[in-house]
T-cell receptor
């Protein structure tokens, strides 16, 4: 089956530094990938939609200058948390679907970010 | 308004018994997809089962089945013969076709605990 790989699975960084998270579709091309954020004991909230070859679409309230998304190829999207602060600590998870209307959406393993 | 509502924050079930996790949704789209995911403590999102809005039969996948009641806008997940490994968070999600996107709206989840 299709697999989406996310890296790293966890990261600890100092306040003020930037962190890059990668999301790869391993056996299919994904023109669109999605980045979610999940706070402890809460649901997944969509942050942005990553479109290959064009700008990402951000959800209301998500700072696009803070959460930089690059979707340079059909199998890779990256999320960079810039100038991270402790309140950015969260679980970030990406997903991709084979195409429009796919009956499955595959998720990466997630990245637990802790900013100290 | 909430697109996906899961009213059971936590559920307990005896091992080998069946359990039903509730989910209602809200959409004006005629065409949409409903998903259930399992999230163990490791954080990964595991796809369980899918129901399309035009599917007349309730979806089944091994021990997982859906009780899809379109008029009531509900899609309850039934897990039969519960196993200890079923203990996890369960999320109901919906994809609307009208948005033209592939992103999923998630409910707040239900934590299932299987008791030996």
């Amino acid at each position: 089956g299709a697999v989406v790989s996310q890296h790293p699975s966890w990261v600890i960084c100092k306040s003020g530094t930037s962190v890059k998270i990668e999301c790869r579709s391993l056996d299919f091309q994904a023109t669109t990938m999605f980045w979610y954020r999940q706070f402890p004991k809460q649901s997944l909230m969509l942050m942005a939609t990553s479109n290959e070859g064009s700008k990402a679409t951000y959800e209301q309230g998500v700072e696009k200058d803070k959460f930089l998304i690059n979707h340079a190829s059909l199998t890779l999207s990256t999320l960079t948390v810039t100038s991270a602060h402790p309140e950015d600590s969260s679980f970030y998870i990406c997903s991709a679907a084979r195409g429009q209307g796919s009956t499955e959406a595959f998720f990466g393993q997630g990245t637990r970010l802790t900013v100290v | 308004a909430q697109k996906i509502t899961q009213t059971q924050p936590g559920m307990f079930v005896q091992e080998k018994e069946a359990v039903t996790l509730d989910c209602t949704y809200d959409t004006s789209d005629q065409s949409y997809g409903l998903f259930w995911y399992k999230q163990p403590s490791s954080g990964e999102m595991i796809f369980l089962i899918y129901q399309g809005s035009y599917d007349e039969q309730n979806a089944t996948e091994g021990r997982y089945s859906l009780n899809f009641q379109k008029a009531r806008k509900s899609t309850n997940l039934v897990i039969s013969a519960s196993q200890l490994g079923d203990s996890a968070m369960y999320f109901c999600a919906m994809r609307e076709r009208q948005t033209g996107a592939n992103n999923l709206f998630f409910g707040t989840g239900t934590r299932l605990t299987v008791i030996p």
